[in-house]
């Protein structure tokens, strides 16, 4: 699996700790061992301008995603096709605020956002209710699974 980690934040950020939970995250939901990922972490500016130019909407974000060859999950018998799965972007400074108000470090948030941000890579979103809950449990289940995984390294 491609999982390419790009940090110009400016904020310190164990990156093989994203890459390994991006791996998880793929193998869990069945998406192809040649399935190609980026994961880029970016200041404020550079966040609030994409967020600007993507989702007409002012301030920067948590986390954006940008698919491309639109991949869906996998089966066991039958894992999603190789390709281009696209990009997650970070913006530490905001997750930092959010980590803070959570009551847990920068790095746990960043996690929940890499894994929030994979999902909606494989098509997952939150707008209904029943999407929101399909999400985040399947979201939940990524992070119990990859700590658990973390814990016996």
């Known amino acids: 699996m491609s999982i390419e ?3 110009e934040s400016a904020v310190a950020v164990d990156e093989s700790v994203l890459q390994r939970l991006a791996a998880y995250a793929l193998d869990a939901m069945h998406v192809s061992p040649e399935a190609e990922l980026a994961i880029l972490l970016v ?21 954006l995603s940008f698919p491309m060859d639109e991949l869906r ?25 959010q980590a803070d108000s959570a009551g ?13 941000g994979i999902l909606h890579l494989l098509g997952f979103d939150h707008a209904e209710p029943a999407e929101e809950r399909e999400m985040f449990g399947i979201q939940r289940d990524i992070l119990v699974g990859f700590a658990l995984e973390e814990r016996r390294r």
Do not use: I, K, S, Y
């Open 5 to 7: 980690v790009n940090n």
């Open 43 to 63: 200041d404020e500016a550079a966040m609030e301008q994409l967020h600007v130019q993507w989702m007409d909407e002012p301030g920067p974000t948590d986390v």
């Open 73 to 97: 999950p996998g089966t066991d018998d039958q894992p999603a096709p190789p390709g281009l799965l696209g990009d997650v972007v970070l913006c530490p400074q905001v997750a930092q605020a």
């Open 104 to 116: 847990h470090t920068l790095l746990e948030e960043l996690l929940l956002l890499t894994a929030h």
